[in-house]
């Protein structure tokens, strides 16, 4: 059987090698005759050839280019993790403690470190940050908050109800003084079986939700030193975080107070873990230098140069945001000053001051009339205010000025702060005008510092004070003009005093009721706009200068105070990538 098949293979073995000689034979015959045989003869159709050639070139170099352009139609240049972005900031940092935040580069480095109970939204409006719930019952006097789930120190230690209790008690403690202690004023807070935390209130208050944005410390690090030795612990350099970053490094840079921040992104964060590897905050002692260091590149951007030196860094790799926030210059009468007691004198001076001169010139600026914003109060009419009109004015003061001998001979004295920004121009502008009214004017421009608080603000020495305050989220103006503030220690810089206002801005924090709290809002408009306490000049704007190439904050986010541009940092990148679309 073997045999057979060895056979019948050698055959076919056999059979094949002729078959391949013969193609093999054939092959060169075909070749030899249909081309080399016809070698000689190309001359004569060379055009022919080139032309063939050239058409057989285009359709591949058009597939390969249809190939290509349909590849990178589907293929984007966005934004991915990683880099580092450089901000530069005005003013010393002292202390990384939250509590004792006081310049801007200290709140900046406050919002990217500490996380706090309630945080502002897109929209300006107070939503939820730490906290998982925040609700009060039908008086508003008392308020019960629930902490997420799974929320973590830098560490990797919980965030819990006693860190948030222990802030609170620190916060309160007579023995420091912070910026938060008049949020919580009169307030008591305890822990209930359900494992929430409760604040009592001693009267109803509609806005206290907004007073829960405060920054809570770690117990498990904090909660056996003394508060008045908080500041010189070592936490206020390298703090325990729960914000998008955390401390890595710090570096002085000279003798004059510039000093250097470096932060790493946060994986325990919140709100997920930040795009950027790194935030670094540059720390400078005056304007000049964050001028100089924005043109030559050597920071990302900065949140701290008035919107007057847009001409100056005007290039194509700067972008300009100009984004309102919360902030209002107003012009307050001292209505306890000798002349400015006189209603009809404020009143007559209103009148004869040309607003629209006023606010000449103010870069991005927005004119602002009253101490409550029309969007914290819904779509209301506020009360007229009388239209300028010099001639009635001037006589209206010529006859005070008859009556009173006094008036006559008073120079009133205009106070405002130094600084790279408009309050001085303002300043020395009504002076102007006071002066083409018959009266007479100086202005008094003060470094801003703990001298002019305590020898300028605290005792009222003006006569008019042009000034910036923070109009808050919400339209409770009570600290600015109840009676009660009207005190060293109080707010109340127009020493105005009314009892009506007194019952309207009380009445009107304890209302629950949206819609009759904005009725009693608009009835003491009315009131302040007949007594004339303070005069609106404009809503401040956020400049915020920024290299084009990378992305920050949406300017369609309506930020309250400066620091509320850092609501979306989890979202903030420098480094770019290519990604394709799926078609």
């Keep these: 059987m073997n045999k057979i098949f060895k056979k019948s293979g050698r055959k076919i073995v056999k059979k094949i090698s002729l078959f391949s000689k013969r193609v093999n034979q054939d092959g060169r015959e075909h070749i030899r005759k249909n081309f080399l045989g016809h070698i000689s003869h190309i001359k004569e159709v060379r055009l022919f050839v080139i032309e063939w050639f050239l058409l057989v070139s285009a359709i591949i170099l058009l597939s390969i280019t249809q190939a290509f352009w349909y590849l990178n139609s589907f293929a984007i240049e966005t934004y991915t993790s990683g880099g580092t972005y450089t901000e530069a900031t005005l003013g010393k940092i002292n202390s990384l403690n939250p509590l004792f935040a006081s310049t801007s580069s200290e709140e900046t480095l406050s919002r990217l470190l500490f996380s706090t109970l309630s945080a502002r939204d897109y929209s300006g409006h107070t939503g939820l940050g730490l906290a998982e719930s925040i609700h009060t019952n039908e008086q508003g006097d008392v308020w019960t908050v629930k902490l997420r789930e799974g929320i973590k120190w830098s560490d990797g230690e919980s965030i819990t109800n006693q860190d948030v209790l222990y802030t609170i008690k620190t ?26 935390i409760v604040f009592f209130l001693n009267s109803s208050n509609a806005f206290f939700e907004n007073s829960l944005d405060l920054p809570v410390l770690p117990s498990h690090i904090l909660k056996d030193v003394s508060p008045e030795l908080l500041l010189e612990n070592k936490f206020s350099t390298r703090p325990i975080t729960s914000g998008p970053f955390t401390v890595n490094a710090t570096q002085n840079i000279g003798t004059e107070g510039e000093k250097m921040v470096y932060l790493t992104a946060n994986s325990k964060y919140y709100r997920g873990t930040p795009l950027l590897d790194s935030f670094s905050i540059h720390a400078f002692p005056s304007i000049a230098e964050i001028k100089s ?15 007057k030196f847009s001409s100056e860094l005007n290039s194509t790799n700067i972008n300009e945001y100009q984004t309102a926030v919360n902030y209002g210059v107003f012009a307050f009468l001292n209505t306890e000053s000798p002349s400015l007691r006189n209603k009809q004198l404020r009143q007559s001076i209103r009148l004869g001051l040309n607003l629209n001169n006023l606010r000449s010139g103010l870069s991005g600026e927005l004119p602002l009339d009253y101490p409550v914003l029309e969007s914290q109060v819904g779509s209301k009419t506020f009360p007229a205010i009388p239209k300028t009109d010099v001639t009635a004015a ?146 401040t704007t956020l400049p915020y200068f920024v290299n084009r190439n ?25 480094k770019k990538t290519v990604k394709n679309r799926t078609p």
């Design 171 to 196: 916060i309160q403690s007579s023995r420091i003084k912070t910026n938060f202690a008049s949020k919580l004023a009169g307030v008591s807070v305890k822990e209930n079986e359900q494992g929430e």
């Design 394 to 539: 001037k006589t209206a003061i010529e006859s005070l000025k008859t009556n009173n001998a006094e008036l006559a001979s008073t120079t009133f004295n205009i106070v405002t702060v130094k600084g790279d920004n408009y309050l001085e121009e303002i300043a020395n502008r009504i002076a102007s005008q006071l002066e083409g009214l018959g009266l007479k004017a100086t202005v008094n421009a003060y470094d801003s510092n703990q001298d002019f608080t305590l020898n300028v603000l605290r005792p009222r020495a003006y006569d008019f004070l042009i000034y910036e305050i923070g109009l808050g989220a919400d339209p409770d103006v009570l600290a600015y003009y109840h009676s009660l503030e009207a005190s060293e220690n109080g707010h109340n810089l127009s020493n105005y005093k009314n009892l009506v206002v007194n019952d309207l801005l009380l009445s009107a924090r304890n209302t629950m009721d949206s819609n009759l709290r904005a009725a009693k809002y608009l009835k003491f408009l009315e009131r302040w706009v007949d007594d004339v306490p303070a005069i609106g000049l404009y809503q």
């Design 293 to 307: 260091a924005i043109k030559n590149g050597t920071v990302t951007a900065t949140a701290d140069l008035p919107s």
């Design 550 to 574: 990378v992305r920050s904050f949406s300017q369609e986010n309506h930020l309250v105070t400066a620091t509320d541009r850092f609501i979306d940092i989890e979202n903030w990148a420098t």
